[in-house]
């Protein structure tokens, strides 16, 4: 206790804990307690996933079972986005990430203990629970610490530091692993996540930017929010819940595809950290142009790039043209690091923001949960190459939803809707 009260000291000097909007604002006030949770959340996800479906099997599930039981953290994550939103409004931002990496720790601590399967899934399912809260409080606290005109920059840089951590975990866990077995990768995360809460301790508190009667009405109730942003969930909620669909399809498209054209499990993963390298380089620039030039800017090619580069995948018969088309769709993944977040952000009013984020989270979550199956779903009835393709043409519905309903240049204080 003594270490993170001199952390949130440090943090005072530094002018963390401040009215944001007396000062001009700078990255480095912001940077280590903004993207550093993020990071760890992401290193304790990427070491925990791999590892879910081996755990329910070491406990006696059946392969069947061992699946349902990794989806559950999405499931969990998909059932608790509107929670988050009234949990974030009642209890603030930063106490919202701290008590949600404290419930991902014991969360993965009754994944350590579980001797059965049923004990394990409860802990991977209230792990997907503090998992909304995360990152609707994370994006709700960058909504408030950073200014609009660096919106998209501060969103993608959020989206990147969470791939480079998903990146990072499964290399902290093998190590661990080595030594301690499957046990290993839970630890990894527990450590992660305790930094995570240590790091969200010293976040500063803000007042919001937005003053006025707008933000000092009575929050409206989450049906009235619906109601009255009904138009941005149905264009930009829906392209934004394909290009959800799309990422999480990928995930099970590449390693299909590369088992189909004779690929070893060894090449497969190297194709994957290949796409994921190319994937983490280029969200910071493609933030930049969003800021810069308009969010269509980088929407409509992360769609369009995405569609080509599902569609092309069923073309490819060897390994040199796989990987081309695999590394395009890292290309694309990339460029729209944030783009979810940052719509989201955009269209999002003043009273009411938690909320309205609340059901952003659950449009696209159901497009993240629901891709894969679409895509399986797909190939039980004509084909794998078929799947894939009919999945790419989301990414074309995307695109579609984003030309027509996002402005072609960017002003001073433009909404998108």
Not at 162 to 181: D, E, K, T, V
């Amino acid at each position: 206790m003594a270490c993170l009260t001199s952390l949130r000291m440090a943090a005072d000097q530094y002018g963390l804990v401040a009215h944001m909007t007396e000062t001009p604002f700078r990255w480095r006030q912001i940077a280590i307690p903004a993207f550093g949770p993020s990071l760890l959340f992401g290193i304790a996800n990427g070491a925990i996933l791999p590892v879910i479906a081996l755990s329910a099997i070491a406990l006696g599930a059946s392969h069947a079972m061992s699946g349902v039981i990794a989806a559950l953290i999405g499931l969990g994550s998909l059932m608790c986005n509107i929670p988050a939103a009234m949990i974030t409004s009642r209890f603030g931002e930063r106490h919202s990430l701290i008590g949600a990496a404290a419930v991902s720790v014991a969360a993965l601590i009754i994944c350590v203990l579980a001797r059965h399967p049923a004990v394990l899934a409860a802990g991977v399912l209230l792990m997907g629970m503090a998992t909304a809260i995360f990152y609707l409080a994370r994006q709700a606290f960058l909504m408030e610490a950073v200014p609009a005109h660096m919106r998209a920059r501060a969103f993608a840089t959020l989206g990147g530091t969470q791939r480079i951590g998903m990146f990072i975990g499964p290399f902290a866990s093998a190590g661990l692993m080595h030594f301690m077995g499957l046990s290993g990768a839970y630890v990894v995360a527990i450590v992660a996540l305790a930094a995570a809460g240590a790091l969200s301790f010293v976040l500063p508190e803000l007042q919001p930017r937005t003053e006025g009667d707008e933000a000092k009405a009575i929050r409206p109730s989450v049906l009235a929010l619906a109601v009255e942003h009904k138009r941005a969930y149905l264009t930009l909620g829906l392209g934004c819940m394909l290009i959800a669909a799309m990422r999480a399809s990928r995930q099970v498209a590449i390693p299909l595809w590369a088992d189909a054209i004779g690929l070893s499990p060894t090449a497969t993963a190297l194709v994957f950290g290949c796409v994921s390298a190319i994937d983490m380089l280029v969200f910071y620039p493609a933030g930049k142009v969003m800021d810069q030039y308009g969010r269509l800017w980088v929407a409509l090619p992360c769609a369009l790039t995405l569609a080509v580069s599902f569609i092309a995948i069923p073309l490819t018969t060897a390994l040199v043209p796989f990987v081309l088309v695999c590394l395009l769709m890292g290309l694309g993944n990339g460029i729209g690091s944030g783009i979810v977040m940052t719509l989201g952000a955009d269209a999002a009013p003043v009273n009411g923001r938690n909320e309205f984020l609340g059901i952003w989270r659950l449009i696209t979550d159901a497009g993240t949960s629901t891709g894969p199956f679409m895509l399986a779903g797909l190939t039980a009835v004509v084909s794998l190459g078929a799947g894939i393709a009919a999945t790419g043409a989301f990414g074309l519905v995307a695109a579609g939803i984003f030309w027509c309903n996002l402005p072609r240049t960017r002003k001073q204080g433009d909404r998108v809707i």
